[in-house]
Protein backbone atom coordinates (compact mmCIF):
# COMPACT_ATOMS: atom_id res chain seq x y z
CA UNK A 1 0.00 0.00 0.00
CA UNK A 2 1.54 3.17 -1.08
CA UNK A 3 -0.03 5.38 1.49
CA UNK A 4 0.22 3.97 4.72
CA UNK A 5 -1.73 6.53 6.28
CA UNK A 6 -4.86 4.51 5.08
CA UNK A 7 -3.38 1.93 7.93
CA UNK A 8 -3.18 4.10 10.53
CA UNK A 9 -4.43 2.38 14.19
CA UNK A 10 -3.51 -0.91 12.37
CA UNK A 11 -0.72 -4.01 13.36
CA UNK A 12 0.70 -7.13 11.07
CA UNK A 13 3.25 -8.81 10.93
CA UNK A 14 6.77 -8.12 9.15
CA UNK A 15 6.24 -10.74 6.52
CA UNK A 16 2.59 -9.58 5.37
CA UNK A 17 4.36 -6.52 3.69
CA UNK A 18 7.75 -4.55 3.39
CA UNK A 19 7.75 -1.55 5.38
CA UNK A 20 10.97 -1.50 6.24
CA UNK A 21 11.91 2.03 4.30
CA UNK A 22 8.21 3.26 6.21
CA UNK A 23 8.31 6.52 7.85
CA UNK A 24 6.16 6.72 11.29
CA UNK A 25 5.90 3.12 12.02
CA UNK A 26 7.20 1.28 15.19
CA UNK A 27 8.66 -2.31 14.99
CA UNK A 28 8.19 -4.87 18.07
CA UNK A 29 8.50 -8.51 18.46
CA UNK A 30 5.60 -10.24 18.14
CA UNK A 31 6.52 -12.91 20.97
CA UNK A 32 7.50 -11.45 23.84
CA UNK A 33 8.38 -13.80 27.75
CA UNK A 34 6.35 -16.52 25.85
CA UNK A 35 3.32 -14.29 24.58
CA UNK A 36 1.85 -13.61 21.68
CA UNK A 37 1.73 -9.94 21.90
CA UNK A 38 -1.17 -9.91 18.96
CA UNK A 39 -3.51 -11.99 20.63
CA UNK A 40 -2.13 -12.36 24.38
CA UNK A 41 -2.01 -15.91 24.14
CA UNK A 42 0.58 -18.11 25.73
CA UNK A 43 2.89 -19.54 22.60
CA UNK A 44 4.12 -23.73 23.25
CA UNK A 45 2.87 -24.87 20.00
CA UNK A 46 6.02 -25.88 17.51
CA UNK A 47 7.25 -25.80 14.51
CA UNK A 48 9.45 -29.21 13.33
CA UNK A 49 12.23 -26.52 13.46
CA UNK A 50 11.81 -25.80 17.06
CA UNK A 51 10.87 -22.33 16.57
CA UNK A 52 7.38 -21.86 18.95
CA UNK A 53 4.39 -20.14 17.23
CA UNK A 54 1.42 -18.93 18.06
CA UNK A 55 -1.44 -21.32 17.46
CA UNK A 56 -4.66 -18.79 19.11
CA UNK A 57 -4.27 -16.36 16.31
CA UNK A 58 -2.84 -18.32 13.51
CA UNK A 59 -6.28 -17.33 10.98
CA UNK A 60 -4.80 -13.66 10.76
CA UNK A 61 -0.87 -15.34 9.50
CA UNK A 62 1.07 -17.49 11.30
CA UNK A 63 3.34 -16.00 14.25
CA UNK A 64 6.50 -17.59 14.52
CA UNK A 65 9.32 -16.92 16.86
CA UNK A 66 11.52 -13.60 15.88
CA UNK A 67 8.93 -12.34 13.76
CA UNK A 68 7.76 -8.59 13.85
CA UNK A 69 5.00 -7.12 14.48
CA UNK A 70 4.77 -3.22 12.27
CA UNK A 71 2.47 -0.95 14.29
CA UNK A 72 1.02 2.45 12.63
CA UNK A 73 0.51 4.46 15.37
CA UNK A 74 -0.17 7.33 13.68
CA UNK A 75 -2.54 9.76 15.31
CA UNK A 76 -5.46 10.73 12.64
CA UNK A 77 -7.11 14.36 13.67
CA UNK A 78 -10.45 14.27 11.25
CA UNK A 79 -11.95 17.42 10.19
CA UNK A 80 -14.83 18.69 12.43
CA UNK A 81 -18.26 18.21 11.20
CA UNK A 82 -21.57 19.97 12.65
CA UNK A 83 -23.32 17.06 14.92
CA UNK A 84 -20.72 14.88 14.04
CA UNK A 85 -22.36 14.18 10.67
CA UNK A 86 -25.44 12.73 12.70
CA UNK A 87 -28.49 13.17 9.87
CA UNK A 88 -30.62 10.81 11.58
CA UNK A 89 -34.23 12.49 12.20
CA UNK A 90 -35.55 10.15 15.07
CA UNK A 91 -36.38 11.02 18.59
CA UNK A 92 -35.50 9.13 21.66
CA UNK A 93 -37.86 8.36 24.35
CA UNK A 94 -37.53 9.76 27.31
CA UNK A 95 -35.41 6.70 29.04
CA UNK A 96 -33.31 6.67 25.89
CA UNK A 97 -32.58 10.33 26.23
CA UNK A 98 -31.52 9.23 29.73
CA UNK A 99 -29.36 6.58 28.79
CA UNK A 100 -27.62 8.39 26.00
CA UNK A 101 -27.16 11.70 28.05
CA UNK A 102 -25.28 9.39 30.99
CA UNK A 103 -23.17 7.84 28.03
CA UNK A 104 -21.63 11.47 27.26
CA UNK A 105 -21.37 12.17 30.26
CA UNK A 106 -19.26 8.80 31.33
CA UNK A 107 -17.17 9.58 28.40
CA UNK A 108 -16.61 13.20 29.32
CA UNK A 109 -15.56 11.91 32.64
CA UNK A 110 -13.11 9.08 30.65
CA UNK A 111 -15.71 6.67 32.66
CA UNK A 112 -16.27 2.59 31.04
CA UNK A 113 -20.42 2.26 30.62
CA UNK A 114 -22.47 -1.25 30.70
CA UNK A 115 -25.67 -0.46 29.36
CA UNK A 116 -27.72 -3.63 30.11
CA UNK A 117 -31.05 -2.83 28.37
CA UNK A 118 -33.56 -5.39 27.43
CA UNK A 119 -33.64 -6.79 23.77
CA UNK A 120 -35.61 -4.31 21.46
CA UNK A 121 -35.07 -0.91 23.71
CA UNK A 122 -33.50 0.93 21.05
CA UNK A 123 -29.83 -0.21 22.30
CA UNK A 124 -28.09 1.01 19.00
CA UNK A 125 -30.74 4.24 18.60
CA UNK A 126 -29.15 5.69 22.41
CA UNK A 127 -25.60 5.01 20.87
CA UNK A 128 -26.32 7.51 18.33
CA UNK A 129 -25.94 10.85 20.31
CA UNK A 130 -22.58 9.39 22.01
CA UNK A 131 -21.30 8.38 18.53
CA UNK A 132 -21.69 11.66 17.14
CA UNK A 133 -20.24 13.62 20.09
CA UNK A 134 -17.04 11.49 19.52
CA UNK A 135 -16.92 12.29 15.68
CA UNK A 136 -17.62 15.98 16.39
CA UNK A 137 -14.51 16.15 17.96
CA UNK A 138 -12.52 14.60 15.35
CA UNK A 139 -12.14 11.01 16.98
CA UNK A 140 -12.06 8.01 15.92
CA UNK A 141 -14.65 5.18 17.46
CA UNK A 142 -15.48 1.84 16.83
CA UNK A 143 -18.70 -0.65 17.24
CA UNK A 144 -17.60 -4.39 17.28
CA UNK A 145 -19.78 -7.23 17.84
CA UNK A 146 -18.98 -10.89 18.31
CA UNK A 147 -21.81 -12.26 15.28
CA UNK A 148 -21.26 -10.88 11.61
CA UNK A 149 -25.39 -10.77 11.13
CA UNK A 150 -25.09 -8.15 13.97
CA UNK A 151 -22.44 -6.24 11.57
CA UNK A 152 -24.61 -6.53 8.55
CA UNK A 153 -27.73 -5.52 10.79
CA UNK A 154 -25.85 -2.26 11.82
CA UNK A 155 -24.46 -0.89 8.98
CA UNK A 156 -27.07 -0.28 6.99
CA UNK A 157 -28.60 1.73 10.37
CA UNK A 158 -25.54 3.54 11.00
CA UNK A 159 -24.71 4.59 7.32
CA UNK A 160 -28.32 6.27 7.51
CA UNK A 161 -27.69 7.93 10.63
CA UNK A 162 -24.09 9.08 9.91
CA UNK A 163 -24.79 9.76 6.04
CA UNK A 164 -22.12 12.16 5.78
CA UNK A 165 -19.34 9.47 7.22
CA UNK A 166 -17.39 7.27 5.69
CA UNK A 167 -18.00 3.86 7.63
CA UNK A 168 -16.04 1.06 7.59
CA UNK A 169 -16.97 -2.37 7.36
CA UNK A 170 -14.97 -5.23 8.04
CA UNK A 171 -15.73 -9.18 9.13
CA UNK A 172 -14.47 -12.93 7.43
CA UNK A 173 -17.00 -12.96 5.38
CA UNK A 174 -16.73 -9.74 3.52
CA UNK A 175 -13.28 -8.22 1.77
CA UNK A 176 -12.70 -4.61 2.16
CA UNK A 177 -9.44 -2.82 1.59
CA UNK A 178 -8.03 -1.51 5.16
CA UNK A 179 -8.49 2.30 5.57
CA UNK A 180 -8.13 5.01 8.11
CA UNK A 181 -11.95 5.03 8.92
CA UNK A 182 -13.21 7.28 11.35
CA UNK A 183 -16.22 5.23 11.94
CA UNK A 184 -15.83 1.59 12.04
CA UNK A 185 -18.31 -1.59 12.27
CA UNK A 186 -16.35 -4.69 12.52
CA UNK A 187 -16.19 -8.28 14.39
CA UNK A 188 -14.69 -8.37 17.32
CA UNK A 189 -12.11 -10.76 15.69
CA UNK A 190 -11.27 -7.63 13.20
CA UNK A 191 -9.86 -5.91 16.50
CA UNK A 192 -6.79 -8.15 16.13
CA UNK A 193 -5.80 -6.03 13.48
CA UNK A 194 -5.97 -2.94 15.41
CA UNK A 195 -3.38 -1.51 18.01
CA UNK A 196 -4.24 2.20 19.94
CA UNK A 197 -6.47 3.20 17.06
CA UNK A 198 -9.81 4.09 18.36
CA UNK A 199 -10.99 6.89 21.72
CA UNK A 200 -14.40 5.18 21.88
CA UNK A 201 -14.96 1.75 21.35
CA UNK A 202 -18.34 -0.42 21.40
CA UNK A 203 -18.83 -3.83 22.36
CA UNK A 204 -21.93 -5.12 21.04
CA UNK A 205 -23.73 -8.06 22.32
CA UNK A 206 -20.66 -8.50 24.72
CA UNK A 207 -22.34 -11.63 26.48
CA UNK A 208 -22.35 -13.30 23.15
CA UNK A 209 -20.03 -16.34 21.69
CA UNK A 210 -17.53 -16.04 20.59
CA UNK A 211 -16.41 -12.95 22.67
CA UNK A 212 -17.80 -14.02 25.96
CA UNK A 213 -15.10 -16.08 27.97
CA UNK A 214 -12.43 -15.21 25.12
CA UNK A 215 -9.63 -14.13 26.73
CA UNK A 216 -7.87 -13.47 23.41
CA UNK A 217 -10.72 -11.41 22.17
CA UNK A 218 -10.53 -9.75 25.77
CA UNK A 219 -6.96 -8.71 24.91
CA UNK A 220 -7.66 -7.42 21.24
CA UNK A 221 -10.35 -5.07 22.49
CA UNK A 222 -8.08 -3.32 25.27
CA UNK A 223 -5.37 -3.06 23.10
CA UNK A 224 -7.57 -1.75 19.87
CA UNK A 225 -8.11 1.11 21.91
CA UNK A 226 -6.09 4.24 22.55
CA UNK A 227 -4.33 4.39 26.40
CA UNK A 228 -7.01 7.39 27.16
CA UNK A 229 -9.87 5.70 25.22
CA UNK A 230 -12.39 4.57 26.82
CA UNK A 231 -15.51 1.47 26.11
CA UNK A 232 -19.35 0.91 26.22
CA UNK A 233 -20.69 -2.49 26.45
CA UNK A 234 -23.77 -3.15 25.18
CA UNK A 235 -25.95 -6.55 26.54
CA UNK A 236 -29.28 -7.49 27.65
CA UNK A 237 -27.77 -10.36 29.63
CA UNK A 238 -24.40 -8.99 31.31
CA UNK A 239 -21.70 -11.29 32.25
CA UNK A 240 -20.51 -12.07 35.89
CA UNK A 241 -17.28 -10.31 34.89
CA UNK A 242 -18.86 -6.98 33.96
CA UNK A 243 -21.00 -7.19 36.84
CA UNK A 244 -17.73 -7.96 39.01
CA UNK A 245 -16.53 -5.05 37.42
CA UNK A 246 -19.41 -2.90 38.04
CA UNK A 247 -19.25 -3.85 41.68
CA UNK A 248 -15.97 -2.34 41.85
CA UNK A 249 -16.61 0.64 39.93
CA UNK A 250 -14.22 0.59 36.89
CA UNK A 251 -17.47 0.52 34.95
CA UNK A 252 -20.07 2.56 35.27
CA UNK A 253 -23.97 0.69 35.32
CA UNK A 254 -26.70 2.03 32.78
CA UNK A 255 -30.13 0.24 33.19
CA UNK A 256 -33.26 0.10 30.93
CA UNK A 257 -35.88 -2.23 31.58
CA UNK A 258 -38.55 -1.31 28.82
CA UNK A 259 -38.53 -2.14 25.25
CA UNK A 260 -38.71 1.41 22.97
CA UNK A 261 -42.59 1.03 22.66
CA UNK A 262 -42.81 1.08 26.35
CA UNK A 263 -44.72 -2.76 26.30
CA UNK A 264 -43.66 -5.59 28.21
CA UNK A 265 -41.53 -8.64 26.67
CA UNK A 266 -43.36 -11.48 25.48
CA UNK A 267 -43.07 -13.98 28.26
CA UNK A 268 -42.10 -17.67 26.93
CA UNK A 269 -44.49 -20.56 26.90
CA UNK A 270 -43.23 -23.82 28.08
CA UNK A 271 -44.52 -27.02 26.44
CA UNK A 272 -42.87 -30.45 27.91
CA UNK A 273 -42.84 -33.38 25.42
CA UNK A 274 -42.73 -37.17 26.31
CA UNK A 275 -41.77 -38.60 22.76
CA UNK A 276 -38.50 -37.17 20.47
CA UNK A 277 -39.42 -34.33 18.34
CA UNK A 278 -38.42 -35.77 15.42
CA UNK A 279 -38.30 -39.76 15.00
CA UNK A 280 -38.30 -41.55 11.35
CA UNK A 281 -38.34 -38.00 9.32
CA UNK A 282 -41.63 -37.07 11.56
CA UNK A 283 -41.96 -34.06 13.23
CA UNK A 284 -43.86 -34.59 16.38
CA UNK A 285 -47.46 -34.31 16.02
CA UNK A 286 -47.94 -31.70 18.87
CA UNK A 287 -44.65 -29.81 17.80
CA UNK A 288 -46.41 -29.90 13.99
CA UNK A 289 -49.37 -28.34 15.51
CA UNK A 290 -47.70 -25.74 17.09
CA UNK A 291 -45.66 -24.97 13.79
CA UNK A 292 -49.33 -24.98 11.73
CA UNK A 293 -50.53 -22.33 14.04
CA UNK A 294 -47.83 -19.85 13.86
CA UNK A 295 -48.04 -20.18 9.48
CA UNK A 296 -52.15 -19.76 9.74
CA UNK A 297 -51.67 -17.00 12.18
CA UNK A 298 -49.77 -15.49 9.39
CA UNK A 299 -46.68 -15.20 11.17
CA UNK A 300 -43.01 -16.13 10.09
CA UNK A 301 -41.72 -18.43 11.89
CA UNK A 302 -37.75 -18.96 13.40
CA UNK A 303 -38.03 -22.33 13.67
CA UNK A 304 -34.29 -23.14 16.73
CA UNK A 305 -32.51 -26.37 16.87
CA UNK A 306 -29.43 -26.91 19.04
CA UNK A 307 -27.30 -28.80 15.99
CA UNK A 308 -26.36 -27.57 12.11
CA UNK A 309 -26.73 -31.66 11.08
CA UNK A 310 -30.44 -30.99 12.26
CA UNK A 311 -31.56 -28.36 10.31
CA UNK A 312 -31.64 -30.74 6.91
CA UNK A 313 -34.09 -33.59 8.66
CA UNK A 314 -36.06 -30.82 9.88
CA UNK A 315 -36.52 -29.21 6.70
CA UNK A 316 -37.32 -32.75 5.22
CA UNK A 317 -39.99 -33.39 7.34
CA UNK A 318 -41.25 -29.69 7.70
CA UNK A 319 -41.90 -30.18 3.86
CA UNK A 320 -44.15 -32.94 4.26
CA UNK A 321 -46.99 -31.63 5.68
CA UNK A 322 -49.76 -30.89 3.35
CA UNK A 323 -49.81 -27.41 5.46
CA UNK A 324 -46.85 -25.85 4.78
CA UNK A 325 -47.13 -26.74 1.42
CA UNK A 326 -47.55 -23.43 -0.01
CA UNK A 327 -44.81 -21.81 2.10
CA UNK A 328 -41.14 -21.05 1.67
CA UNK A 329 -38.90 -23.13 4.63
CA UNK A 330 -35.20 -22.62 4.48
CA UNK A 331 -32.76 -23.50 6.75
CA UNK A 332 -29.55 -21.30 7.80
CA UNK A 333 -26.28 -22.01 9.77
CA UNK A 334 -23.09 -20.00 10.78
CA UNK A 335 -21.01 -21.82 7.97
CA UNK A 336 -23.62 -21.46 5.10
CA UNK A 337 -22.51 -19.54 2.27
CA UNK A 338 -26.21 -18.28 1.44
CA UNK A 339 -26.44 -17.21 5.31
CA UNK A 340 -26.68 -13.12 4.51
CA UNK A 341 -28.78 -13.91 1.18
CA UNK A 342 -31.30 -15.91 3.45
CA UNK A 343 -31.94 -14.11 6.26
CA UNK A 344 -32.29 -11.13 3.87
CA UNK A 345 -35.01 -13.27 2.19
CA UNK A 346 -36.89 -13.94 5.25
CA UNK A 347 -36.82 -10.58 6.62
CA UNK A 348 -38.61 -9.84 2.93
CA UNK A 349 -41.22 -12.32 3.85
CA UNK A 350 -39.58 -14.41 0.54
CA UNK A 351 -39.19 -17.13 2.98
CA UNK A 352 -41.97 -17.76 5.93
CA UNK A 353 -40.34 -20.88 8.06
CA UNK A 354 -36.61 -20.48 8.98
CA UNK A 355 -35.04 -23.19 10.59
CA UNK A 356 -32.00 -22.06 12.33
CA UNK A 357 -29.39 -22.45 15.12
CA UNK A 358 -27.97 -19.79 17.49
CA UNK A 359 -27.04 -17.80 15.20
CA UNK A 360 -29.55 -15.95 14.88
CA UNK A 361 -30.24 -15.68 18.32
CA UNK A 362 -29.41 -12.07 18.98
CA UNK A 363 -28.84 -8.96 16.92
CA UNK A 364 -31.11 -9.42 14.13
CA UNK A 365 -34.49 -8.06 13.62
CA UNK A 366 -37.69 -9.34 11.92
CA UNK A 367 -40.95 -7.89 11.61
CA UNK A 368 -44.02 -9.71 13.37
CA UNK A 369 -41.47 -13.07 13.72
CA UNK A 370 -42.62 -15.63 16.05
CA UNK A 371 -40.13 -18.28 17.47
CA UNK A 372 -40.18 -21.80 18.40
CA UNK A 373 -37.14 -23.29 20.42
CA UNK A 374 -36.74 -26.78 20.08
CA UNK A 375 -34.81 -28.97 22.55
CA UNK A 376 -35.09 -25.88 24.57
CA UNK A 377 -33.49 -28.52 27.32
CA UNK A 378 -30.54 -29.28 25.33
CA UNK A 379 -26.98 -27.82 26.52
CA UNK A 380 -26.45 -25.78 23.80
CA UNK A 381 -29.08 -23.19 25.27
CA UNK A 382 -28.10 -21.10 28.16
CA UNK A 383 -30.36 -18.69 30.07
CA UNK A 384 -28.50 -15.68 28.30
CA UNK A 385 -29.19 -17.28 24.85
CA UNK A 386 -32.50 -18.22 25.28
CA UNK A 387 -33.74 -14.89 26.89
CA UNK A 388 -32.19 -13.61 22.97
CA UNK A 389 -33.87 -15.91 21.37
CA UNK A 390 -37.19 -14.42 23.13
CA UNK A 391 -36.20 -11.16 22.17
CA UNK A 392 -36.37 -11.50 18.52
CA UNK A 393 -40.38 -11.29 19.28
CA UNK A 394 -42.69 -8.53 19.61
CA UNK A 395 -40.17 -5.76 18.35
CA UNK A 396 -42.52 -3.48 16.55
CA UNK A 397 -44.25 -0.70 17.78
CA UNK A 398 -47.43 -2.08 16.04
CA UNK A 399 -47.25 -5.60 17.36
CA UNK A 400 -45.46 -6.06 20.35
CA UNK A 401 -46.87 -9.19 21.00
CA UNK A 402 -46.13 -12.60 19.92
CA UNK A 403 -45.34 -16.69 20.83
CA UNK A 404 -42.58 -17.65 22.16
CA UNK A 405 -42.21 -21.47 22.71
CA UNK A 406 -39.75 -23.87 24.94
CA UNK A 407 -40.41 -27.30 23.96
CA UNK A 408 -38.33 -29.25 26.15
CA UNK A 409 -38.01 -32.97 27.51
CA UNK A 410 -36.29 -32.26 31.00
CA UNK A 411 -37.02 -28.57 32.40
CA UNK A 412 -33.67 -27.01 33.05
CA UNK A 413 -32.41 -24.06 35.35
CA UNK A 414 -31.53 -22.50 32.13
CA UNK A 415 -35.24 -22.67 30.91
CA UNK A 416 -36.16 -21.71 34.56
CA UNK A 417 -33.59 -19.04 34.70
CA UNK A 418 -34.52 -17.15 31.47
CA UNK A 419 -38.06 -17.06 32.12
CA UNK A 420 -37.47 -15.23 35.27
CA UNK A 421 -35.06 -12.71 33.95
CA UNK A 422 -37.95 -11.74 31.17
CA UNK A 423 -40.28 -11.47 33.97
CA UNK A 424 -38.26 -9.82 36.27
CA UNK A 425 -37.33 -6.93 33.53
CA UNK A 426 -41.60 -6.69 32.88
CA UNK A 427 -41.94 -5.75 36.50
Given at each position: ?88 KGKLTNSQTRIARNLIRNYIAKKDSLVHAVTG ?307
Amino acid sequence: MENISQLAGRQWLSSQMDCSIKEGLTKTRAIKHGHCLRCGAMVYAKLPNGKKYCRACIGLGRIVADDFLIRNEQTIKFRAKENGGLTWKGKLTNSQTRIARNLIRNYIAKKDSLVHAVTGAGKTEMLFPLVAYSLKNGERCCIATPRIDVVNELYPRFKAAFDEIKIGKYHGREYQEPEADQLTLCTTHQLLKYFHAFDLLIIDESDSFPYVNNSMLHFAAQNAIKLTGKRVFLTATPTGDLLSSVKAGKIHLLKLKRRFHGQPLPVPREKMFLRPFLRDQKINSRLTAEIIKVIQAGHPLLLFVPRINQIGPYIAALKKIPELAEIKIAGVHANDAERIAKVDQFRSGQIQLLVTTTILERGVTFNHVWVIVVQADDKIYTSSSLVQIAGRVGRAKNDPEGLVLFCYQKYTFCIRSAVKQIRGMNQ
